[in-house]
């Protein structure tokens, strides 16, 4: 009987040094590959620019390869015990573990592994360089949101970013929660938190060129989508530029409030004075936004205040509807109360009339709702608003107390990280 052959492979863009180890590969018997899930390149390389399903094409057309398989969990351990091949190809350049866990799956059933010498050509260093650049360019990243939306039968998880650093975290973090990876699909850019993070109240203080400049940061050290909080648009003649502005620079998605005059914090609610713009003006903003917009990637999200400015759940709706008449890219209906019972009302009813227009939420009052029970409701994003921030300020804030406390700085210790760890942090 003719011997199997498994090799894994990335495959979103392929060279000679990849064609060299199929060849080699597809000698020793039937060859299945399996190519990375859209998830697990995310964890490796950043936001795939080709999808699974294009991966997977290209690959099945390679001579040698029998069979194409995706690989959706990072460790090798499920898809050898699942394929049982007789032989296991990889290259001699190996990530940390991996050699050794491949080898301890296959002696289970004497299974092999075969390594071939890495291809060492300086011209794919640098395709490989190039297209892991690529990631980062405007291009490569504008239309991820809307792919997510339409490739994910999940809501997409939505992490708050206000710098480099922060925008790391939600580009890296991930959980394997069996074969699944969880991670966060793109960015949330909150004027809460880029205000906090400057020292500043949310109330379109800082100022759009500043707002540009936080979002640069994160996005020279991350692939992942961007949505912007754009507050309430500003202007209208204002607005029709910063669209294109935005859209040039990479950005997703904007979401713009319901709001006129000074704006506050939504969380505040009617606790502070609030003005609703009026349902015409909106409109007028939105379709002038969408006329000047030159790429398809770009959404225009409506926020909708009703909610929090208590002017009920018909209001909510009768502006959802004529938003997205308008032109609106999708829907973000916010609440402060601390049950979500509202929120579910809202996507029930919108659901009636649209079900397919975006719906976004904020889940920060009614955090104990699930992504799940939200998805069944009808959820397409759910945003994780300003929890990096909320962390980060208590921590810092116990530490300098500590020092002036103590007088030195020993006792802060235990609450940072090691310098060793900060110095090889990035
Ligand atoms: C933000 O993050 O700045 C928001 C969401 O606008 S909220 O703070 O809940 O209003
Ligand atoms: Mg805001």
């Given at each position: 009987m003719e011997k199997t052959v498994f090799l894994s492979i990335g495959a979103e863009f392929i060279h000679g040094g990849h064609i060299a180890i199929i060849e080699k590969a597809a000698e020793l018997g039937e060859l299945t590959v399996g190519v990375l899930s859209d998830e697990v390149l995310m964890r490796y390389k950043?936001?795939?620019?080709?999808?699974y399903e294009e991966r997977c094409k290209v690959v099945s057309h390679?001579?040698?390869?029998?069979k194409v398989i995706k690989k959706?969990?990072?460790?090798?351990e499920k898809v050898i015990e699942e394929l049982r091949p007789d032989y296991v190809v990889h290259s001699d350049r190996w990530r940390s573990r991996t050699k050794e866990r491949i080898q301890q799956v296959l002696k289970k059933y004497g299974g092999e592994l075969i390594e071939f010498p890495y291809t060492e050509k300086n011209e794919y260093e640098i395709f490989d360089m190039r297209t892991s650049r690529m990631r980062h360019m405007p291009e490569a990243r504008r239309g991820k949101l809307r792919r997510a939306l339409q490739l994910l039968d999940r809501p997409l998880r939505v992490l708050e970013a206000h710098n480099g650093l922060t925008g790391l975290i939600a580009e890296k973090s991930y959980v394997e929660k069996g074969e699944e990876i969880r991670q966060f699909d793109a960015m949330w850019v909150s004027s809460l938190c880029d205000s906090t993070a400057k020292g500043?109240?949310?109330?379109?203080?800082?100022?759009m060129t500043s707002r540009e400049n936080t979002i640069n940061e994160i996005m020279e050290v991350t692939t992942k989508p961007i949505i912007l909080?754009?507050?309430?648009?500003?202007?209208t003649e204002h607005f029709v530029y910063n669209i294109r502005t935005l859209e040039r620079m990479g950005v997703s998605a904007i979401i713009i409030e319901d709001k006129v005059g000074l704006k506050k914090n939504s969380l505040f609610g009617t606790e502070v004075s609030q003005c609703q713009d009026t349902v015409e003006h909106f409109c007028e903003k939105i379709r002038a936004g969408k006329a000047a917009?030159?790429?398809?990637?770009f959404m225009i999200i409506s926020r909708i205040e009703s909610l929090i400015l208590k002017q009920g759940m018909e209001d909510a709706l009768t502006r959802a509807f004529a938003y997205v008449e308008a032109g609106a890219d999708g829907i973000m209906i916010h609440s402060k109360e601390k049950e979500p019972d509202e929120i579910f009302e809202f996507c029930e009813r919108f659901r009636e009339r649209y079900k397919e227009i975006p719906l976004v939420v904020v889940p920060?009052?009614?955090?104990?709702?699930t992504e799940d029970e939200l998805g069944r409701y009808g959820v397409n994003i759910i945003i994780y608003a300003n929890h990096l921030i909320r962390s980060a300020f208590p921590a810092m804030n116990k530490v300098a107390h500590m020092i002036l406390e103590h007088e030195r700085s020993m006792e802060a210790s235990e609450y940072c990280m090691p310098i060793k760890e900060i110095l090889t942090l990035i």
């Open positions: 950043g936001y795939p620019i080709l999808t390679i001579k040698g390869v029998s959706d969990s990072l460790g090798y500043k109240p949310d109330i379109e203080l800082v100022d909080d754009g507050d309430t648009g500003g202007l917009q030159m790429t398809r990637d920060t009052t009614y955090n104990q709702v």
